[in-house]
């Protein structure tokens, strides 16, 4: 299998899109757009390495958009899209890839199919790049003065296509087309390569391959993506751990004062147990004590939020997205009213989801049972996911 490698273009300030930092930076279902984007990649078993090009003005977006993932440093952009391809280009030299696949990071509903695609037609031609024929009628605008637009003719859509990305070279080529065209203000990559002879095979794509312009646009990607999460699966989580002594208890995240703590191998942290074992159920991954198990010393005194995102990290891992996360403590004391806002904050931060996705309750059990005695605090928990109803 040649070596592949896919050439992120992430250098652009979004100076059309109005907000106050770059596209690609800005959350699509929970996660930022370049994220996305580059995650569609890392999946991909014909992908070889995934290169980002950034502006380093916006260093800190990217490393927080990009945590966890295993990725080189991003290289350095340039002033306009086709000096950062190149310097992307340059900076590949060395490793001298077969094949690269240059996408835009605003691209962030790539599919496995056009991937795969554009480097299958790269055995037969120098050039591929993902693309879809035009359905809708042209109109040439004409100026009608002031505001207006009028129509001066219908532009013969026969022939015409869509130009997406990923656009896929052959490295060589492609490095030596872009060195040659540098200065020129070509409009894509696949045009530095007609300018240099070179032959682009179009490879027919999803058209919702979208490029995120305008606030519209992201809006609606994120209907399309949050579309394509078809299989909804919801999860349950149960836990109890007892009183002994303490002077406080953790609950969702949170260190509350109390006049007994709780009894466990972590910090006993019941609410993020049940949390916990519900999102592991709702994607059939086992439970906390298979992942970590009370009998490894590795987990005593343990922060229960590394379990909590432990499992979110998972349903990541499936392409899912977690829509909602609902939490019961079952207790007489502490009272949990006064921390309640509190927790689904901490709840939303460790998961990276909106705290409008978040519920936190508190019930007693009216003097009746283990809780009724004050013997210790129960949890039940339920989550909701969305996974895609078939991974490419």
Same mark, same amino acid.
């Given at each position: 299998?040649?070596?592949?490698?896919?050439?992120?273009?992430?250098?652009?300030?979004?100076?059309?899109?109005?907000?106050?930092?770059?596209?690609?930076?800005?959350?699509?279902? %929970?996660?930022?757009?370049?994220?996305?984007? /580059?995650?569609?990649?890392?999946?991909?078993?014909?992908?070889?390495?995934?290169?980002?090009?950034?502006?380093?003005?916006?260093?800190?977006?990217?490393?927080?958009?990009?945590?966890?993932?295993?990725?080189?440093?991003?290289?350095?952009?340039?002033?306009?899209?086709?000096?950062?391809?190149?310097?992307?280009?340059?900076?590949?030299?060395?490793?001298?890839?077969?094949?690269?696949?240059?996408?835009?990071?605003?691209?962030?509903?790539?599919?496995?199919?056009?991937?795969?695609?554009?480097?299958?037609?790269?055995?037969?031609?120098?050039?591929?790049?993902?693309?879809?024929?035009?359905?809708?009628? #042209?109109?040439?605008? %004409?100026?009608?003065? !002031?505001?207006?637009?009028?129509?001066?003719?219908?532009?013969?859509?026969?022939?015409?296509?869509?130009?997406? &990305?990923?656009?896929?070279?052959?490295?060589?080529?492609?490095?030596?087309?872009?060195?040659?065209?540098?200065?020129?203000?070509? &409009?894509?990559?696949?045009?530095?390569?007609?300018?240099?002879?070179?032959?682009?095979?179009?490879?027919?794509?999803?058209?919702?391959?979208?490029?995120?312009?305008?606030?519209?646009?992201?809006?609606?990607?994120?209907?399309?993506?949050?579309? !394509?999460?078809?299989?909804?699966?919801?999860?349950?989580?149960?836990?109890?751990?007892?009183?002994?002594? %303490?002077?406080?208890?953790?609950?969702?995240?949170?260190?509350?004062?109390?006049?007994? %703590?709780?009894? !466990?191998?972590?910090?006993?942290?019941?609410?993020?147990?049940?949390?916990?074992?519900?999102?592991?159920?709702?994607?059939?991954?086992?439970?906390?004590?298979?992942?970590?198990?009370?009998?490894?010393?590795?987990?005593?005194?343990?922060?229960?939020?590394?379990?909590?995102?432990?499992?979110?990290?998972?349903?990541?891992?499936?392409?899912?997205?977690?829509?909602?996360?609902? /939490?019961?403590?079952?207790?007489?004391?502490?009272?949990?009213?006064?921390?309640?806002?509190?927790?689904?904050?901490?709840?939303?931060?460790?998961?990276?989801?909106?705290?409008?996705?978040?519920?936190?309750?508190?019930?007693?059990?009216?003097? #009746?049972?283990?809780?009724?005695?004050?013997?210790?605090?129960?949890?039940?928990?339920?989550?909701?996911?969305?996974?895609? #109803?078939?991974?490419?």
């Amino acid at each position: 299998m040649p070596s592949c490698v896919a050439l992120i273009v992430a250098a652009g300030r979004g100076t059309r899109f109005g907000a106050d930092l770059p596209k690609q930076y800005l959350p699509l279902a %929970g996660k930022p757009v370049l994220r996305r984007t /580059v995650e569609a990649f890392l999946r991909r078993p014909e992908i070889t390495a995934v290169r980002v090009v950034i502006d380093p003005a916006f260093s800190d977006l990217y490393e927080q958009a990009v945590a966890g993932l295993d990725l080189p440093p991003p290289i350095t952009g340039g002033p306009t899209r086709q000096d950062s391809v190149l310097n992307g280009l340059e900076a590949l030299a060395g490793q001298a890839p077969d094949l690269v696949l240059i996408h835009d990071a605003a691209r962030p509903l790539v599919d496995g199919a056009a991937i795969a695609g554009v480097i299958a037609a790269l055995e037969q031609a120098p050039g591929a790049i993902a693309a879809t024929p035009l359905a809708d009628t #042209l109109k040439r605008g %004409g100026d009608a003065g !002031g505001a207006k637009v009028t129509s001066a003719g219908t532009v013969d859509r026969t022939g015409l296509w869509r130009a997406l &990305t990923p656009q896929g070279f052959r490295f060589p080529d492609i490095l030596i087309a872009h060195r040659r065209a540098a200065g020129l203000n070509l &409009t894509d990559d696949a045009a530095v390569a007609e300018q240099a002879g070179l032959s682009v095979t179009l490879v027919p794509s999803n058209p919702d391959n979208l490029k995120v312009t305008t606030k519209d646009d992201l809006a609606r990607a994120e209907r399309l993506y949050l579309a !394509g999460l078809g299989d909804v699966r919801t999860g349950t989580g149960f836990d109890v751990h007892k009183f002994h002594d %303490g002077d406080h208890v953790w609950l969702c995240g949170l260190k509350i004062p109390h006049d007994q %703590g709780l009894e !466990g191998h972590s910090d006993a942290d019941v609410g993020l147990h049940a949390l916990t074992d519900a999102l592991l159920g709702a994607i059939c991954a086992g439970d906390i004590g298979q992942h970590f198990p009370p009998t490894d010393p590795r987990w005593k005194g343990a922060d229960s939020a590394q379990f909590l995102r432990h499992a979110a990290d998972l349903v990541a891992e499936k392409a899912g997205v977690i829509a909602h996360v609902d /939490v019961t403590l079952i207790c007489e004391r502490p009272k949990v009213g006064p921390h309640r806002a509190a927790m689904v904050e901490r709840i939303a931060e460790i998961l990276a989801i909106d705290p409008s996705r978040v519920s936190v309750k508190a019930t007693t059990t009216e003097g #009746l049972g283990f809780t009724g005695r004050r013997e210790g605090i129960a949890a039940q928990a339920a989550a909701t996911v969305r996974l895609p #109803l078939v991974l490419d």
